[in-house]
């Protein structure tokens, strides 16, 4: 305290001092914040935990759920051909609802987020044995924002057109949120390196795909 009244004494201004006290509390909170959970009842109200448990749910009764499409978004639906997919696309494009960056091989969708404004959805089809089953949307900001403010703008985007009766989201730890629909899903990622991602995909080609690649790994683990 006698610190804190000889810089207020020396600096002439009582406002430093106030600001000094509140930094030290800020700190205080920060450690306290940090502390690890040892309660079971704190560990029930895990974010990730609670997340998974809400995602268990929605798989469960997926089967229940009223919108039963397959389309992704412009158009494009799982099943389709690289063929169908590459047709669709142009037809998107002769009617600019997309453009084309012939430098990174790659359809636009122009998109507008409340705050940062203008940004860019790169499309990726995905495909297994032929048939489209993913589409992922990579979202890039015109001007250079942190990746937590743009998914939680995208996230909110997607709540109001979704809503959030099959949605499932954990925006405080992870920043992860999944809604689960009949025959599809979508999900918004924050990945470090990619940045934020929003896939579309369908269950039974994801599944066997996922089969695949974990048969593969299997396969190579025993051959090593």
Not at 34 to 59: A, G, I, Q, R
Not at 185 to 197: L, T
Request: net charge positive; proline share 2%.
């Amino acid at each position: 305290m006698k610190r804190l009244l000889s810089i207020d004494v020396l600096t002439s201004k009582k406002s430093l001092t106030r600001y000094i006290i509140y930094f030290i509390i800020f700190t205080e909170f920060l450690v306290f914040s940090c502390k690890p959970k040892t309660s079971n009842v704190e560990s029930k109200d895990d974010p990730m935990m609670v997340f998974s448990k809400k995602v268990v749910e929605l798989e469960n009764n997926k089967d229940k759920c009223g919108i039963k499409d397959t389309t992704f978004l412009l158009g494009l639906k799982a099943y389709m051909n690289k063929e169908q997919v590459k047709n669709m696309l142009k037809k998107n494009l002769k009617e600019k609802k997309i453009s084309y960056n012939s430098n990174l091989d790659v359809y636009i969708l122009d998109m507008e987020l409340e705050t940062i404004g203008k940004c860019e959805g790169r499309i990726h089809p995905k495909y297994y044995e032929g048939s489209l089953y993913k589409v992922l949307l990579n979202i890039v900001p015109k001007k250079k924002w942190g990746n937590e403010l743009v998914w939680i703008l995208t996230y909110t985007m997607y709540s109001h057109k979704n809503g959030n009766q099959y949605c499932a989201a954990d925006y405080k730890v992870n920043q992860c949120a999944t809604w689960i629909f009949k025959n599809k899903h979508i999900d918004i990622i924050n990945n470090v390196y990619q940045g934020v991602i929003v896939e579309y995909g369908e269950y039974i080609l994801s599944k066997k795909e996922e089969d695949a690649i974990n048969k593969k790994k299997t396969n190579t683990a025993r051959n090593i």
